[in-house]
């Protein structure tokens, strides 16, 4: 009884308060600003008088409307504390003083878009982002296994936006943008202050437009890339029979149908007699969790593949069911193996069922969850770590592989060094 008093008393003052904060705020632009103020504030009175003469259907809607926001609100402010409380009344009375004052238009709608976008940038996490309407579409259709653009996965290392890796066949690939090259500029704009979700939106856009990215990589001049978007289907599973019974599987990303079309594609390379894989997860961004935990149930032993570590202490573990590994395994990796492919990778090498080849992995072992706002707009947020099952942390550090191989661009020689080591090694097990 005490608890549920106290909260209210306290809902009571915040409201008192976010009323004071919009009366002070109309009251500092009335002395600075004259008429403009006294006009807006009028605007204000004739709309709420307006809404109130609306049909009778409207006029329930909206107080159905008010009295829900006013309940969501009361939950939210009975769990802050002072200095919360305090912050919260600061940013509407920013807001207010903002459309009140300021000469353009304004609507209270934009300054809030802007100050959750704000907010969330806060974080300093480049995982972490506001989508508006377009860019959660754009972000769902990627995992469902379709979007649009030039087809580079992008990550933020250092303040400055670099390629994680381009997906296969897409115009990015094709022009020969690799992983870890950085992007300076898009349409000889400047890409230096800009956040990851700016630099997205921004190279994003309709099919048969052009874009022009200005990249840098290590050891080269800086050259200009001119692409045309395109509508990107992606297949993320291929594979076929290569000598000697290895089964080749190349996984591009991990969307909502990458589990089942990697059993399918196994189950295929089994009829054909296939004795060992090669798993390859080069240029592999990562994607869904749930995914990369169905591809290792084929080659890690019963056990841990991954546990995800929350903020509240919290974890969870994601175990394999296999009871028996079935074939000698190596593991294709490189700087552009991200996320759900180091969750692979790490399982296989800590539990020794495989080999890693190729070049230390990207180094992302953070998790993140999408939270829908009612609006068509979502948050993406990051609410966990997670560690492979020797309990290694392998963000911002990567994993190196078992065995080193550097290889030049094979685009240009037609060489794939690593994957030749790869069947060098996979020969010796069978």
Known sequence: MQWAMN??????????????????????????QGENANTSQGKSSNVTATAV????????????????????????????DAADLAATVKLL?????????????????????????????????????????????????????????????????????????PIEGTPGDK?????????????????????????VNMIRGSEGSEVTLTIQREGEENKDYKLVRSSIALQTVSGKMLDNGIGYVRISMFNEHTGEDFSKKIQELARQGMKGVILDLRNNPGGLLAESVKVANHFVPKGPIVSVL?????RQTYFSELEAVKYPLVVLVNGGSASASEIVAGAVQDTGVGTLIGTKTFGKGTVQITVPLGDESAVKLTIAKYVTPKERFIHGVGIEPDITVEMPDFKENNQDLQLEKAIEVLNEKL
Do not use: W
């Open 175 to 199: 022009a020969g943008i690799i992983s870890g090259d950085k992007i300076l500029k898009i349409d000889n704009k400047d890409a230096k202050d800009l956040t990851l979700e700016q630099v």
């Open 53 to 80: 003469v609306n049909d009778s259907n409207g006029e329930v809607a909206e107080s159905q409307t008010r009295s829900q926001a006013m309940t969501e609100i009361a939950a939210y402010l009975s769990q802050m």
């Open 310 to 314: 929350r903020k509240d202490g919290t």
């Open 93 to 165: 009375r920013v807001a207010q003083v903002l459309k009140v004052g300021y000469v353009g238009d304004v609507s209270i709608e934009m300054l809030m878009n802007g100050g959750i976008k704000g907010t969330v940038n806060a974080l300093g996490d480049p995982y972490s982002q506001y989508m508006d309407a377009k860019t959660y579409q754009d972000f769902m259709h990627m995992t469902e296994g379709a979007f649009g653009g030039v087809g580079l996965v992008l990550g933020s290392k250092d303040n400055v936006i670099v390629v994680v890796a």
């Open 7 to 32: 909260n209210r008393v306290k809902i009571i003052i915040v409201f008192l308060a976010i009323s004071m904060a919009f009366s002070g705020s109309i009251l500092s632009a009335n002395a600075t």
